[in-house]
């Protein structure tokens, strides 16, 4: 049994020291990107570098504390604190105050407070309490339901704050869930989404339909390597296809040939299903499923991305994805990150010598764009281990987390590993181009007390959590 006194004995310090390493290289690079020759002292509080000084102060205290906490305390207030933060999120587009677009922070006197960023550990904590109970069964309609209700609550109302970036994070839980016995299938409709979001985005959704509705029935056929069947869906297909595009032809009709396209899936899906339930073919029914539910996706994203969605979301896609070019406009945040990462060549051009970020051309370079401050000044070598300590510190939680005989202290180690990696790998990604900018900071980088206290809290609860990996954890 583990002595309480002993906890510090117990802590990964190796953890600890690249966090500590993080936010110290974060604080000189937020120092470089907003150098005021008039302000030269890093410590000078009415600067943004001297804030984040105290922010970063707050964090240790932060961090202390919650390793001083009962491990215990996690697990028994794990969904007193999911619900605490969940009211405060409700709170938020009451009494909240609206900043870049977004109305996702409660303001407390010259303090901002961004409840979205304490939901993801809070989130994680009640995941982690909800899969390591005595009756949890993964497959259980019951268990499926209720982890849906965990992970689409918070993402409504933070969706409900115009807060995007945030609510697509919580998307990497589903990484954790398959370490926990998800079905993979989950995950292959997952990346199926995003595969028929693009093709949507780049090609009309008629010809997108038509991608699917061969590529089903090729896989149709791979499955049992039956030809028979697959001619007869085939023939199905066309012929309801064919009927209506002539009736509406005859009749000099305007319908769209892409709701005869829809009709004909709808009705070879059907013809299909049945006989598959009837037959008790289930992965036939689960082809079905997913097509069919690919073709309304494919269907509905084209209506949402031209009703529904802003024009600057929807400019951010386009530039994304290369079907429109506007540099001094919606690309001019990515552009002018590539040409500063881009200049600082192997060794950079040294500290406080970066033109791009010193002349303010890169908006947003100390929270969101940050990555392109060290790219800049610290060149190849620098980003290279800036990426490199992420890496190591994600090795090292999955590697914390596998050591680990509690089931809670797995689930929340792995959930803690997913939100680091999903913002390291979207942050650096919108500072190279290769990610749509979503407004993510760079954990422990990026300027701002609440993502940093989110961030401290979501890493050390966890190695709190491992520190009493000789004991037991029961509920």
């Given at each position: 049994m583990e002595k309480k006194n002993n906890v510090w004995e117990n802590v990964d310090w190796i953890t600890i020291g690249i966090y500590l390493a993080m936010m110290f290289i974060g604080w000189i690079n937020i120092y470089a990107a907003v150098y005021n020759e008039e302000h030269k002292s890093i410590f000078d509080m009415t600067q943004v570098?001297?804030?984040?000084l105290m922010w970063?102060?707050?964090?240790?205290?932060?961090?202390?504390l919650m390793i001083n906490t009962d491990s215990k305390f996690f697990v028994t207030f794990a969904f007193p604190i999911y619900i605490a933060i969940t009211f405060l999120l409700i709170l938020v587009p009451f009494i909240g105050t609206t900043i870049n677009g977004a109305k996702s922070w409660i303001q407390i006197g010259s303090f901002s407070l961004q409840p979205s960023e304490f939901m993801k550990m809070a989130t994680?904590?009640?995941l982690a309490r909800y899969i390591s109970s005595y009756n949890f069964k993964m497959h259980s309609w019951k268990s499926m339901a209720?982890?849906?209700g965990i992970l689409f609550i918070p993402v409504g109302l933070i969706f409900l704050q115009n807060d995007t970036g945030s609510a697509i994070v919580f998307g990497v839980f589903l990484l954790v869930l398959y370490r926990e016995g998800l079905n993979g299938i989950v995950l292959f409709f997952s990346f199926l989404i995003v595969l028929v979001f693009i093709l949507t985005m780049i090609l009309d959704p008629f010809i997108t339909i038509l991608i699917l509705t061969v590529a089903a029935f090729i896989i149709n056929y791979l499955m049992k390597k039956k030809w028979q069947r697959t001619v007869i869906a085939i023939s199905v297909f066309v012929g309801v296809f064919t009927f209506f595009y002539l009736l509406n032809y005859f009749l000099q009709g305007t319908v769209d040939p892409l709701y005869f396209l829809m009709?004909?899936?709808l009705v070879t899906c059907t013809v299909f299903f049945i006989w598959a339930m009837v037959l008790k073919k289930r992965s036939l029914a689960i082809l079905i499923g997913i097509y069919f539910g690919s073709v309304l996706f494919s269907v509905s994203v084209d209506y949402v991305f031209h009703?529904?969605?802003?024009e600057h979301q929807r400019n951010r896609i386009n530039e994304?994805?290369?079907?429109?070019s506007d540099i001094h406009g919606t690309g001019y945040h990515v552009n002018q990150s590539k040409i500063a990462i881009g200049s600082g060549g192997l060794f950079g051009k040294g500290f406080l010598q970066g033109t791009q970020t010193k002349f303010d051309f890169v908006p947003e370079q100390s929270t969101d764009f940050i990555f392109c401050t060290v790219g800049e000044e610290w060149g190849f070598l620098g980003t290279t281990t800036v990426v490199c300590l992420f890496l190591g510190l994600l090795m090292r939680i999955i590697f914390l987390a596998e050591r680990n005989r509690s089931r809670f202290s797995?689930?929340?180690g792995y959930c803690v590993a997913v939100i680091l990696f999903f913002h390291f790998a979207v942050n650096i990604g919108m500072t190279i181009g290769l990610a749509p900018v979503i407004g993510i900071p760079l954990p422990f980088f990026s300027y701002g007390g609440s993502s940093l206290w989110s961030f401290t809290v979501l890493l050390f609860v966890f190695i709190r959590l491992d520190a009493s990996r000789f004991e037991q954890l029961s509920f």
């Open positions: 570098y001297g804030k984040q970063i102060g707050a964090a240790v205290f932060i961090a202390v994680s904590l009640a209720t982890l849906a009709f004909a899936a009703n529904i969605m802003e994304l994805l290369g079907i429109q797995r689930v929340y």
